[in-house]
């Protein structure tokens, strides 16, 4: 009786570990999801047999050339270095990545170089599967060994962003031929790091190993884009043509796109005599960006009879943060009193009415125009826990930061006195006329570098109020390579910068507004800014599960950012504004992100 007790307790026994082992393999394959696209939240929209994206037209003209125009000059044809300056176009169209943004939805990869993307279920690890018919443009293949390369690489020699990003993978395996795998740290997964290495630029291995990757010099670049170089004239002009041997070129991610033969890009030195050249049929496309221009400068022969067309283009993105950037490392504007009293004195309505004739809109939040905003927002429970230990004012937590009122007559008095009293607490007076701190006697004076004549332009009219309450800013125009140079070392006290918002902000949060990054030379936190509410932000960004917790942390950081007075926020267009020749057309959809020039075409006829 005992012994077949035993015999059936063994048999259970048995019969268990096997469902229990099945079961455990069963959620192995169920948490290692394969599939042809990944979305930062969510599903992709697009089915794994999709025919094309969704802005694309397939009946599209193949041929002719688009020049466009670039502000500035360029000296290196390496994009991935923090020295020299490369031209426009040669990350987009000369090499592309394991995967490629859909541009009408937030943020989802499609696969590119890899045909599949197997993700686990936390994102701890990503396993690119690659395309075997995916080639360089010297016709060798791209390898597993290229993608390992290409991490290896930028992760030690790169730019501060892909040293940041790539730190974060633990390890690199090869599964089998074809493969590989990304494993990152498991103790704090980052949901964006799959997709952050899916858009890892990929580079052959058999080109640029050893000192060849840090070379700055004119030489021929080599990827696996559909377009080469055909020509370069250093600093002034370079020609890219579609590259008839092109491995993907019939793949449903490219039906539709990179319809035209040759892209060139003029550069100018200022925008000016760029659109100059665009009236005189130099130039194909103009994206303006100056609205009295936009109203009243297209009375010309060719915009007046038709063969020049203006377009206005509305996209859902968020209006992105321009402004007058403090440097924070100037001891002069560590205080954050003293840096909410100098943008208290910029009176955006004077300028709106008499220099862009009330076009513009007042930026008051980086993520403007979207959910992601704490505009007109009062901070929820959630949002107060990544906020705890940050002093913000009651009507901050309330409504987010409200841009100060100015005065269209230009005298702005209430705002000056404001500034005035905010400044004297801080330890200034105003002697003679001059503004200076009465403990150590120096006047408060500063230089705001700048390298477009647009810039000069609004940078001596901020500095002119500056004046009024006995501030003094030095207006320092200089060319695009001393501006570039001067930016990476941080070596400056004010600049006009444009910091662009997606809607999937992630990880590059971190370089441009983390702690880490403010003493990284080449990042794009130029105010300097430490701290840890901050980093928590965009921590809680990175890692939301869900949308809501999502927009919870893009709030934050929002308000964080705005209050904080590291920026004197400017303003941004309601629309993309494009003009073209008649010969240029486009499909009648415009993706999320506004128009997507290469899925244009050029039209002979017209």
Not at 34 to 62: C, N, Q, W
Not at 96 to 118: C, I, K, Q, W
Not at 413 to 425: E, G, H, P, V, Y
């Amino acid at each position: 009786m005992l012994s077949k007790f035993l015999k059936t307790l063994t048999h259970g026994l048995v019969t268990a570990n096997i469902i229990y082992g099945v079961s455990m393999l069963c959620a192995q394959i169920a948490v290692a999801q394969t599939a042809h696209g990944i979305s930062m939240h969510g599903e992709p929209s697009l089915p794994a047999d999709y025919k094309k994206f969704s802005f694309a037209d397939s009946r599209t003209v193949i041929g002719g050339k688009l020049t466009r125009a670039e502000i500035g000059s360029f000296d290196s044809l390496n994009p991935f270095l923090v020295r020299g300056t490369a031209p426009e176009g040669l990350r987009d169209f000369v090499f592309e990545s394991l995967m490629v943004r859909h541009n009408d939805e937030p943020f989802t990869l499609y696969g590119l170089l890899a045909e599949s993307v197997e993700t686990a279920e936390d994102r701890s690890a990503v396993t690119f599967t690659l395309r075997k018919e995916a080639r360089f443009s010297d016709g060798m293949p791209v390898r597993a060994e290229d993608v390992i390369f290409s991490y290896e690489t930028l992760k030690e020699r790169g730019r501060p962003n892909h040293r940041y990003y790539y730190g974060q993978v633990t390890s690199v395996e090869r599964p089998s031929p074809g493969k590989v795998k990304f494993v990152f740290n498991t103790e704090n997964p980052d949901r964006e790091l799959p997709l952050i290495i899916g858009l890892m630029p990929i580079l052959p291995e058999h080109v640029y190993k050893g000192a060849a990757f840090d070379d700055v010099s004119m030489k021929r670049p080599v990827g696996s884009g559909p377009y080469i170089i055909e020509t370069i004239e250093p600093g002034r002009r370079i020609t890219y043509r579609r590259h008839k041997n092109y491995w993907g070129i019939s793949l449903p991610f490219n039906n539709g796109r990179h319809n035209i033969d040759r892209l060139e890009y003029e550069y100018f030195r200022d925008d000016n005599s760029a659109f100059e050249a665009f009236k005189a049929g130099l130039i194909d496309l103009w994206r303006e960006t100056d609205p009295k221009r936009w109203q009243t400068g297209y009375n010309f022969p060719a915009a007046r009879d038709g063969r020049i067309i203006k377009k206005e283009i509305k996209t859902g993105i968020p209006s992105g943060l321009r402004g007058f950037v403090f440097n924070t490392r100037n001891k002069s504007f560590k205080n954050t009193e003293v840096r909410h009293a100098l943008s208290l004195v910029f009176n955006f309505d004077w300028i709106n009415k008499s220099l862009f004739s009330g076009a513009y809109q007042r930026t008051e939040s980086y993520f403007q125009n979207s959910d992601l905003s704490a505009q007109r927002q009062p901070a929820s429970p959630s949002e107060m826990k990544i906020l705890r230990g940050a002093r913000l004012p009651r009507d901050i937590l309330q409504n987010g930061y409200v841009a100060p009122s100015g005065d269209e007559k230009g005298q702005n008095r209430q705002a000056r006195q404001a500034a005035i009293d905010l400044l004297k607490k801080s330890g200034y007076a105003v002697v003679n006329g001059r503004l200076v701190h009465k403990r150590s006697g120096d006047a408060l004076t500063f230089e705001i570098l700048v390298q477009t004549r647009e810039d000069e332009r609004l940078a001596l009219t901020y500095g002119r109020m500056l004046s009024s309450i006995g501030v003094t800013a030095k207006v320092r125009y200089v060319d695009a390579t001393q501006y570039q140079n001067r930016l990476q070392s941080f070596d400056f006290d004010m600049i006009i910068y444009n910091w662009y918002a997606s809607l999937s902000p992630g990880n590059e949060q971190a370089f441009y507004w983390g702690s880490k990054a403010a003493d990284q030379n080449g990042s794009r936190n130029y105010p300097g800014i430490k701290n840890k509410q901050v980093d928590r932000a965009i921590d809680a960004l990175t890692q939301a599960r869900n949308r809501e917790d999502f927009t919870t942390a893009a709030r934050a950081l929002d308000r964080l950012i705005m209050s904080g007075h590291y920026v004197v926020p400017l303003y941004h267009l309601p629309h993309q504004w494009i003009a073209s020749w008649s010969q240029v057309e486009h499909s009648w959809k415009h993706a999320l992100y506004g128009a997507q020039i290469d899925s244009w075409w050029i039209n002979p006829q017209n």
